[in-house]
């Protein structure tokens, strides 16, 4: 076999062969970056796996307990809203009733059952003790005065 020298490549037999062609720095470097990520990519530590389990579940717990805290809002607000408009029935119910109570009542009735049957007089000009109360507050009378 003979053996031709050319730019650093031997040829061996009859026949030339293909000269692989030289490729720029940078290109070589992007592939061999490249290859770096894959084995990068295909070596993963375990503790960052686990580091990343840890978070998805965690983020998907708090998700689904905020879904159901909404839930569970929507279904009190709906509550409170019935048991509002229950309130106001029963609020219009009391009003009627009272207004039918106070509109039975016959003062003239009471007047009479008061002064004839039971003897009640009306308080003498003596009797009466007018105070001036200070504000729009009520107030109680412990005991009557001398009387």
């Given at each position: 076999?003979?053996?031709?020298?050319?730019?650093?490549?031997?040829?061996?037999?009859?026949?030339?062969?293909?000269?692989?062609?030289?490729?720029?720095?940078?290109e070589v470097q992007s592939k061999l970056a490249a290859s770096k990520r894959k084995r990068h990519a295909a070596s993963l530590?375990?503790?960052y796996v686990l580091f990343l389990v840890v978070a998805i579940a965690t983020a998907a717990f708090v998700l689904i307990n905020y879904i159901q805290l909404q839930s569970?809002?929507?279904?009190?607000?709906?509550?409170?809203?019935?048991?509002e408009k229950e309130l106001n029935t029963m609020r219009d119910a009391n009003n009627d009733a009272y207004q039918r109570a106070v509109n039975s009542i016959d003062m003239e009735e009471i007047r009479r059952v008061a002064v004839e049957e039971l003897?009640?007089?009306y308080a003498q000009e003596e009797q009466i003790v007018l105070y001036d109360a200070p504000n729009n507050d009520y107030m109680r009378q412990i005991a009557a005065a001398g009387y």
């Open positions: 076999m003979s053996q031709v020298r050319t730019a650093n490549t031997y040829v061996y037999g009859s026949t030339a062969r293909k000269i692989a062609p030289v490729r720029p720095e940078w530590n375990i503790g569970e809002l929507t279904g009190l607000s709906k509550t409170i809203v019935s048991m003897g009640m007089v």
